[in-house]
């Protein structure tokens, strides 16, 4: 159980962004924890080094002023100021003969000659060197300059002293540093728990919803972008598969309801033929009733696996550049006859061209369906007008009868689907023409629009993005 819940917490978001953070920190305060102590360790030693060429040309001034035997004197009463085993002084000739020294004795063998050789070597006048001394655990800083003729001088100062003050440094930075890992893990911990809780309310919608309460949504609390667009894209998405689930609906409402209709028609035709003999005429009449029945059923499923498709955007819609008033034209040619038999006016006022870009299979069906729809509604001897105009980026087509007209009360349901008003029973149809009109215009990111009074006519305009 234990196990499990560390397993748990070691693979959590939370955990590994609290870690990742607080990892990131103590590596980059180190770095700076070092590079701070490297400079306080090189600028305390270039401290020293200056301290040391100062006192060792103090002694060069003093044998050039006053003799080897005053600054022998002086040597001597300065050294016995300071601890033996801190720091020595010694003097010394070329040949490495002693001319004085300090108590050597807690400094082990420290060279003579080969310091001597080196200066000469390099021609200067000084070497500044550290030393470690025999089995002691502090270093030392020493100086060996010429500081007269045939006299050198060797200035030796213990390391201890600057150890001791850059081991405090070196205290106070591991405080400061662990202190500052603790206070950052807690930043880094709220900043993560931040983050996660918004995705934590994204998962918990996603469960809820997972167990069927589909109008759950997600809270936008906007804190953090990636998670306020998570949150959005997720509720569009949710949007989106309730629509689907509503249309559904509907169709298996719609096949309980409209299709049932025909197919009950069908079996009436079929129980007619056996109830009692019948000439041949008779039956070849019911087998064409049986095949238009059969037509009309098969019309409507593909209708409305059309509409259920393009509201689903499922079929990726091809878009290719078309001449629009051509097929407008084209339409309205193949309407003319039925509409000549009506005796109606098939009127067109269209631009000599008009190029748009869009999915022309689905802009050809909703020409149709609209033209077809104003001829069907409008009585014997009325007129029907297309007309197109184009600006901003979109075509406006307008279809404008003379005929029957919608009332008020229908106008807001004439693009449901199975929707037929009362006074257009006595025309055949489905009532899918429209659903199919809007599912595909607005596919194509269009608009449809109505206006109608009864007795007098209707308008509908379709805008299209060219
Ligand atoms: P239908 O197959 O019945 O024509 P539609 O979906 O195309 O189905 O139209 C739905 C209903 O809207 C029609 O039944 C009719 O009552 C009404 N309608 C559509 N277009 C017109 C129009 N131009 N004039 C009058 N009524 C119309």
């Not at 080196?118 to 060996?144: C, V, Y």
């Not at 629009?324 to 006016?345: D, S, T």
């Not at 087509?397 to 229908?410: C, H, K, R, V, W």
């Amino acid at each position: 159980m234990f196990l499990k819940k560390l397993h748990d917490l070691k693979n959590s978001l939370l955990f590994r962004l609290t870690l990742l953070y607080a990892v990131a920190f103590t590596v980059l305060s180190t770095i700076g924890f070092l590079v701070f102590y490297y400079r306080i360790y090189s600028v305390t030693m270039e401290h020293l080094d200056i301290e040391l060429l100062a006192e060792s040309e103090k002694y060069t001034v003093l044998i050039q002023d006053n003799g080897l035997e005053q600054a022998l004197k002086t040597i001597a009463d300065e050294s016995e100021l300071e601890d033996p085993a801190e720091d020595f002084y010694r003097l010394f000739n070329f040949k490495g003969d002693i001319l004085f020294t300090t108590d050597m004795s807690a400094w082990g063998t420290i060279g003579k000659q080969e310091i001597l050789q080196k200066l000469h070597k390099e021609g200067s006048t000084f070497s500044i060197q550290t030393l470690s001394i025999g089995e002691r655990d502090d270093k030392a800083r020493m100086i060996t300059a010429i500081v007269g003729p045939n006299t050198v001088l060797q200035i030796g100062e213990s390391l201890e002293e600057v150890d001791e003050y850059l081991d405090i440094f070196l205290q106070l930075f591991s405080i400061l540093i662990v202190s500052l890992i603790i206070v950052s893990s807690i930043i880094g911990w709220l900043l993560a728990r931040r983050a996660t809780m918004d995705m934590q309310a994204v998962t918990e919608t996603a469960e809820e919803i997972s167990n069927g309460a589909y109008d759950r949504r997600v809270q936008i609390k906007g804190h953090l972008n990636e998670i306020e667009r998570l949150g959005t894209t997720f509720n569009r998405m949710l949007d989106r598969i309730q629509s689907l689930l509503k249309s559904m609906k509907e169709i298996n409402d719609n096949i309980a309801h409209d299709l049932r209709s025909p197919l009950a028609r069908i079996r009436g035709i079929a129980e007619m033929s056996l109830l009692k003999e019948k000439d041949v005429e008779e039956y070849k009449d019911m087998a064409v009733s049986t095949i238009e029945e059969c037509d009309t059923l098969i019309e409507m499923i593909n209708t409305m696996l059309d509409i259920t498709e393009a509201e689903a955007g499922v079929n990726g819609d091809t878009a290719e550049e078309f001449e629009l008033m051509e097929l407008i034209r084209e339409a309205c040619e193949l309407f003319r006859p039925i509409a000549e038999a009506k005796k109606i006016h098939l009127k067109t006022r269209l631009p000599e061209s008009l190029a748009v870009t869009s999915n022309r299979r689905k802009v050809q069906r909703i020409i149709t369906n609209l033209l077809e729809n104003a001829i069907k509604y409008t009585p014997d001897a009325g007129a029907v007008t297309v007309s197109a105009t184009a600006q901003n980026g979109e075509v406006r087509i307008e279809f404008e009868d003379t005929g029957i007209g919608i009332s008020q009360n229908d106008l807001p349901h004439i693009f449901e689907r199975f929707y037929r008003c009362d006074r257009s029973r006595s025309q055949g149809g489905t009532g899918l023409g429209l659903s199919l009109v809007k599912a595909y215009t607005e596919s194509l990111n269009g608009k449809i629009e109505v206006a109608s009074s009864l007795n007098q006519g209707s308008r509908f305009v379709l805008q299209l993005v060219r």
